[in-house]
Nanobody, 125 residues
């Protein structure tokens, strides 16, 4: 299974952007998928996660109310709609999936089954 994130861009503060993470390869049946961000000079951090079957969602406090994670099971795709972007949202956005970890546990990054390569988002002030 390979994950590929799309949707890189340069946006002004207050703007919106939607990221897409598409899975390809052999049968893809994760338990949960998540989005993470690595800002310049900082460690990679959790943003949002979604249960692949039930659709339950979880968010980091820093993005709650601004970002929305969703999925399209038929397309093996997960999205991250980002609104009211701030300069501190700048970074490399990565998606990840796990075959056994529930969505609420996606905050723990160690041992994640699949990682995408990431896509760069820059928010200008």
């Amino acid at each position: 299974v390979q994950l590929q994130a799309f949707g890189r861009g340069l946006v002004q503060a207050g703007g919106s952007l939607r990221l897409t993470c598409a899975a390809s390869g052999r049968t893809f049946r994760p338990v949960a998928l998540g989005w993470f961000r690595q800002a310049p000079g900082k460690e990679r951090g959790f943003l949002a996660a979604i249960s692949w079957t039930g659709g339950s969602t979880y968010y980091a406090d820093s993005v709650k109310g601004r970002f929305t994670i969703s999925r399209d099971n038929a397309k093996n795709t997960v999205y991250l709609q980002m609104n009211n972007l701030k300069p501190e949202d700048t970074g490399l956005y990565l998606c990840a999936a796990d075959r056994a970890r529930p969505a609420q546990a996606m905050t723990q990054q160690k041992g994640m089954d699949y990682w995408g390569k990431g896509t760069l988002v820059t928010v200008s002030s």
